[in-house]
Nanobody, 126 residues
Framework: QVQLQESGPGLVKPSQTLSLTCTVS??????????WSWIRQPPGKGLEWMGL???????YYSPHLKSRTSIARDTSKNQVTLQLRSVTPEDTAVYYC??????????????????WGQGTQVTVSS
C-alpha cells in the first residue's frame, strides 16, 4: 500500500528557506506515472495548492507562489521535495504532499488524489 510521509523542520525563521521532503513507501510501477503535488493549509484557512512535479520531471506552480517555490524529486530515494524561499509568518501552515494519476492543477479536493500524506506543521517565526 502506498503511503506518503512529509518531514522537515517544524520551525523556520522569516526570510529563510523552508525545505520539506515527502517520502513515498510502497511505490508500485503504477505510481511511477503519477503526479506529485504539494498542498498547504494555513491556520483557520482553506487548502492551497502550491505546485506539482510529474513523473517525467515537469513542474507546475501556483502563480501566486511560483517565484518562491521549487519542487524536485529523487527517484532513487522515492522522495519529492519542496523548497519555499523567503518565508514569512504567512507561510505558517500544515504542508501536505499528495499523488494523482492525472495532471490536475490548482485542485485541493482530496477525492481527486489517490494518496495524501498526514501533513507536517511548519511555523514561521523568529
Amino acid at each position: 500500500q502506498v503511503q506518503l510521509q512529509e518531514s522537515g523542520p517544524g520551525l523556520v525563521k522569516p526570510s529563510q528557506t523552508l525545505s520539506l521532503t515527502c517520502t513515498v513507501s510502497g511505490a508500485s510501477s503504477a505510481t511511477g506515472f503519477y503526479y506529485w503535488s504539494w498542498i498547504r493549509q494555513p491556520p483557520g484557512k482553506g487548502l492551497e495548492w502550491m505546485g506539482l512535479i510529474s513523473y517525467s520531471g515537469s513542474t507546475y506552480y501556483s502563480p501566486h507562489l511560483k517565484s518562491r517555490t521549487s519542487i524536485a524529486r529523487d527517484t532513487s530515494k522515492n522522495q519529492v521535495t519542496l523548497q519555499l524561499r523567503s518565508v514569512t509568518p504567512e507561510d505558517t501552515a500544515v504542508y501536505y504532499c499528495a499523488a494523482s494519476p492525472k495532471l490536475i492543477l490548482g485542485q485541493t479536493d482530496k477525492n481527486l488524489y489517490d494518496y495524501w500524506g498526514q501533513g507536517t506543521q511548519v511555523t514561521v517565526s523568529s
